[in-house]
């Protein structure tokens, strides 16, 4: 049987995107926790634009991630990140996907609660470890042993993850069905007989 692409009912994405108003979805978490791919399935529903801030931070620094950490160090990365967000969150709604050091940073932070709707995709090591060992354009993983300072990453951030207005497990299913529990998690609960048509 050939799996098809979840539909969303039009309930559903109408009460997220009554829930969402005027303001922004703001995806935090990890690398590898799904923020760009699933968000933009999310603003597609929702039909609001999708930023990604890291390619944002590329593009008008004309520098790639790694170029930047190299070239100025990860504090005045983390400096151009926070303009670079308080400058996108000035306009909404729209679907906002935050590099995994963004939520970290206190000033950078407190826009992203003033800008919007936080939810935070929370994975497990193995899922992480998983999607981002095949890549080579992690700089805070240029170590000896990057799956374990992937792990002290997750125990130093994940209680200010914890932070984010909602919570949504990442894990190895289809990008579509993570769309679709962001969208529950924002739209809140549903009428049962209109829930099950969906």
């Given amino acids: 049987m050939t799996e098809i692409s979840l539909p969303i009912a039009d309930t559903l994405r109408d009460r997220a995107r009554a829930a969402l108003g005027?303001?922004?979805?703001?995806?935090?978490?990890?690398?590898?926790?799904?923020?760009?791919?699933?968000?933009?399935?999310?603003?597609?529903?929702?039909?609001?634009?999708?930023?990604?801030?890291?390619?944002?931070?590329?593009?008008?620094?004309?520098?790639?991630?790694?170029?930047?950490?190299?070239?100025?160090?990860?504090?005045?990365?983390?400096?151009?990140?926070?303009?670079?967000?308080?400058?996108?969150?000035?306009?909404?709604?729209?679907?906002?996907?935050?590099?995994?050091?963004?939520?970290?940073?206190?000033?950078?932070?407190h826009h992203l609660k003033q800008g919007g709707l936080s939810v935070w995709l929370k994975a497990d090591l193995d899922v992480l470890w998983d999607r981002v060992n095949k890549r080579d354009n992690r700089p805070l993983l240029k170590t000896e042993n990057p799956r374990q300072t992937l792990e002290n990453l997750m125990i130093a951030r994940y209680p200010i993850y914890a932070e984010a207005d909602v919570t949504v497990q990442s894990r190895d299913v289809r990008k579509e069905q993570m769309a679709k529990e962001i969208l529950v998690s924002i739209a809140g609960p549903a009428d049962e007989s209109r829930e099950n048509e969906q």
């Fill in 22 to 109: 005027s303001r922004n979805l703001i995806l935090v978490g990890l690398m590898g926790a799904g923020k760009s791919s699933v968000g933009r399935i999310v603003a597609t529903q929702l039909g609001i634009p999708f930023v990604d801030t890291d390619l944002e931070i590329e593009r008008v620094s004309r520098m790639t991630i790694p170029e930047l950490f190299a070239a100025y160090g990860e504090e005045e990365f983390r400096a151009l990140e926070t303009r670079v967000i308080r400058r996108l969150l000035r306009h909404g709604p729209r679907v906002v996907s935050t590099g995994g050091g963004a939520f970290i940073n206190e000033r950078t932070r």
